[in-house]
């Protein structure tokens, strides 16, 4: 609401503040020890409250019958057992959890699931030796030869994100699981990274001191042309269950920010609890 092309190029060119512009933040709050503090403080809550969290755990099927959930079968290691409740909230990416249906969903709505795609992404990490890079939150490179979509510096979001005198940058690649992009070595995309950020004039090679490499599949759903109406089709299917809830990006497969996204799941939330959780 209220932002436009033309609102968003305003803003960049005339410095103009974005308050009035719902999507145009000129700040926004951020924990001080990075994204993670949140998910760790979320486990911290659940076990003080008698549950617990279960890492290195996966489902793999979502046992129904008359479109009630009666339980999920997860794997550990290996070893698959089943858990029983009277809620289930998925955030797994859509498409799969219809795929996880036991028994299976009818074959037109998988033929719908398999229609929609999700895009992965490799994030690279440089550390390098300086104090800082750039002022900017977020920058974004849509040159069609330029292989980096997007990179940030954490340290300007927080000075505890690097260690005194230090800093880093993240640059993100938007890919395809199996891709050329997605098969490289650390190494390879480490390289690739250095050679486009010094080209760019933001660092030397000299100054990079380490590097880490993260590949995450199903990082954003794909909005391609004709989507919508598969979209539509698995959707509807799933409404049939009254006790399974999506939440998120890839549960909803809906291009959500990270705020949007954790509101999606208090708003589950307070529907199944009947109150509100936050004001």
């Known amino acids: 609401k209220g932002l436009s092309l033309w609102e968003a190029i305003k803003n960049g060119f005339t410095k103009v503040s974005g ?10 709050i951020y924990p001080p020890y990075g994204i993670g503090q949140l998910s760790d403080n979320f486990k911290e809550g659940i076990e003080e409250a008698g549950s617990s ?5 996966k489902v793999v099927k979502v046992n129904h019958e008359n479109f009630h959930v009666s339980s999920i079968t997860v794997d550990n290691n290996g070893k698959q057992y089943d858990i029983e409740g009277k809620e289930f909230i998925s955030s797994v990416p859509l498409t799969h959890l219809a795929k ?3 028994p299976a ?23 390098l030796d ?59 995309l480490t390289s ?30 794909l909005m391609e042309v004709g989507y919508r109406e598969p979209y539509e089709k698995l959707v509807q299917y799933l409404k049939n269950f009254k ?15 990270m705020d949007r996204a954790m509101e999606s799941g208090i708003e589950v939330a ?5 109150k509100k959780v936050l004001e």
């Open 270 to 274: 307070e529907e199944i609890l009947g």
């Open 100 to 102: 996880m249906l036991q």
């Open 105 to 127: 969903a009818p074959a037109d709505i998988l033929e719908a699931a398999s229609k929609l795609r999700y895009r992965d992404i490799v994030i690279v990490t440089v550390m």
């Open 19 to 28: 308050k009035k512009l719902k999507t145009l933040a000129d700040e926004f």
């Open 130 to 188: 300086r104090e800082k890079v750039t002022d900017l939150t977020w920058l974004y490179f849509p040159e069609k030869d330029m292989p980096l979509g997007r990179i940030h510096e954490p340290k300007n979001w927080s000075p505890y994100m690097a260690p005194e005198g230090k800093t880093h940058v993240v640059a993100e690649f938007f890919c395809f699981k199996g891709d050329r992009i997605w098969n490289s070595s650390d190494e390879e």
């Open 192 to 221: 690739i990274t250095v050679e486009n950020l010094e080209k760019l004039g933001f660092i030397n090679k000299n100054e990079v001191i380490d590097s880490y490499v993260v590949r995450a599949a199903k990082a954003y759903p």
């Open 53 to 57: 969290v279960m890492t290195g755990t």
């Open 243 to 257: 006790n399974l809830r999506p939440i998120g990006r890839g549960g909803l497969f809906k291009y959500y920010n």
